[in-house]
């Protein structure tokens, strides 16, 4: 990836998500190297929840260019669920995993993802949400779901991009956004930056 005048970026992914990873492979950003932040992230109280998703990745992204180059183009992100505004993190326990799908079950929520990218003096931030519709789950459903171990590092305690996709009578926004990065937003705001994608 470069600048429109032609400057190779060194481009780095503020995360070790596999499927952020495998989202910009797909979007064809395959050389790019991950440093996550492996900061404590700490949940702000009284912002909406566009403003804490992207105040939490643009703290990833301040983190993670302090060990970069000046010139370096990072990208961080930060995806959080909400129902009934009520925020919904990663499950501590199996327990946890389990009241929060049978909170979800039958319910719509929302997925907010928020984005930042530094280069340079440059920093954007976006956000995305995307509204997500459960079936009604049944309780052996959600045990069995929560023994496979995929809820347990996941917003919500469901992988869209997984066996959760079973649970998902549909969606309304970006999919992408739900597996946690809106790739089109991402587009998006690099060619803002002048980025050549």
């Known amino acids: 990836m ?10 780095i992914l503020a995360s070790g998500s596999p499927r952020r990873k495998e989202l910009l492979k797909m979007i064809e950003i395959k050389d790019f190297a991950v440093i996550p932040d492996e900061t404590e992230e700490i949940f702000a109280l009284g912002l909406t929840p566009e403003q804490s998703v992207c105040k939490t990745a643009l703290q990833k992204a301040k983190n993670v260019s302090k060990l970069c180059n000046p010139d370096d183009l990072i990208i961080a ?10 925020h919904f993190g990663k499950p501590t326990d199996a327990q946890d995993a389990e009241d929060m799908l049978k909170r979800l079950s039958g319910r719509c929520h929302t ?4 984005l930042a990218i530094i280069l340079g003096d440059d ?61 089109c937003r991402l587009t998006i705001m690099l060619r803002n930056l002048g980025v050549d994608i």
Do not use: C, H, W
């Open 123 to 183: 920093i954007i931030t976006g956000a995305e949400s995307t509204a997500v519709y459960f079936r009604e789950l049944s309780d052996k459903e959600i045990t069995n779901y929560v023994k496979t171990g995929e809820p347990m590092d996941k917003a919500g305690a469901y992988g869209v991009q997984g066996m959760g996709s079973v649970f998902i009578e549909r969606l309304e926004g970006d999919f992408f956004n739900v597996m946690g990065l809106p790739v």
């Open 2 to 11: 470069k600048l429109k005048n032609d400057k190779q970026l060194k481009i």
């Open 77 to 86: 992100a930060d995806t959080e669920v909400y129902l009934d505004g009520q």
């Open 111 to 114: 997925v907010y993802t928020g």
